[in-house]
């Protein structure tokens, strides 16, 4: 049997797109019912992929050495709500929907999943409150306030994108099962939430938040989250505060030290007032709960050339997590590669955004407005081999994103990851320290 020693990961490409597709699906649903004061509108998104890896991942007590083929799917499908009470007294809004999910095949290339997971459950469940006209100093809807089983994002997804850690039955007899899809992330809700909101689109705005996760492989936390946040058309500047409320002991067993954490963290990106610049980065400090302080940070900055064939962008991002650092809920929030750094290393072969140092390069072409191409090039190093195994190695990947129309887009990629070590020698990858290709073809649709 294969020792678990990872650290729970969330899917990279494909979360980025879905959650967009799931925010922005309300622009092309189904209008069920629409008068001047209530809308009603059906939603229904659906991604389904096809992977191959050459190698597989000693991450589980199911992972084999070998190539491994797999395919995942899902479908979310509910409805939608908003009544305007009057300007001065806000409106309310209401969403419910349900999630169908599976994996095919030999599962994917770490054994998180084995192929025979399916399930279907309800994902969606929550009610709010916006308050329109009545608080002109916050302005229009200014107070927005939620409760129930949703989707939350805190910034770019650095500390919490969603609660998107979606094993299946290859880990601990399938005690974590969360009904396969582990790529796509096919659930993100939080199971409770409470959210308040203060403030527009600009100026100083802020949030206050509990959360209460379900799953099993985050060990189930509760959490208290404060955000603050000054936003001008050029840059955002903003901090965040996390308190760790409680986690279930019985699966604790990841997280042991989660429970009592404490996370400060300030943030920024924006291009300074330069069109053609981006500059991001973030600094988070943990004081965990068997009293050990971790940390972890990156630093970005990238550059458009507008003024050339396919608008070329550039950038380069270094990024450290100390060998203790909790990465909590993070994930893609804003771009590929942002927080799941490789295809391969960032899923399957580690890090998992602890006890590493990353080098990332990014290159991207616009050759029209509904096709995009790509390359990610990273550098991974192990900051102390003695608080886990030897995850250094070097990734490249390419892809493509054709948006086809309103409602499909098509996602190919390839990939190849090279560690310095094998399972054997300290590593993860089985079956020796060869180069792995890895491919990847992704559909979705959303009406």
Known sequence: MTTIRYRPVLPTLAASTIIT??????????????????????????VAGAFHSQKGYAQSETAEAGGRDWQEGFIKYGLDATHTLSPTAGSLYANVAWTSSGTWGQGDAAGFTTGDERRTHLEDLAVGWKSGELIPALGTDGLDVSVGRQYIQVGDGFLISGDSLNFGEGVLGGDLDRGGAYYLAARQSF??????????????RGDLMWLKSGNRAQAKP??????????????TLGATYIKVLDTDRDFAFLYPDRDDTKVYSVYGHGNAGVENLFLAGQYAWQEKGNGADENAWYAEAGWTFSDLA???????????????????????????????????????AGPFATNARIHQVTLSLTPADNLSLGLLAYRFDTLDTDQGPNLDGNEIDLYGTWTINDHWWVMPLVGRYDPDASASSGGSQLGGSGSNYYTQLLVGFNF
Not at 27 to 41: G, H, Q, V, W
Not at 222 to 235: C, F, I
């Open 310 to 348: 396919w608008s070329p962008y550039v950038s380069y991002r270094f990024s450290r997590f100390s060998d203790g650092y909790d990465p909590l809920f993070y994930g893609n929030g804003r771009a590929l590669g942002t927080w799941f750094q490789g295809e391969v290393a960032a899923n399957y």
């Open 222 to 235: 509760e959490m208290a989250v404060g955000t603050l946040e000054h936003v001008t058309d050029d840059a």
């Open 191 to 204: 199971e409770k939430t409470a959210v308040v909101r203060l403030g527009g689109d600009t100026g100083w």
């Open 21 to 46: 597709l799931s925010l922005c699906g309300n622009a092309s649903a189904l209008e069920l019912y629409d008068t001047a004061k209530t809308k009603i509108n059906l939603n229904v998104t659906g």
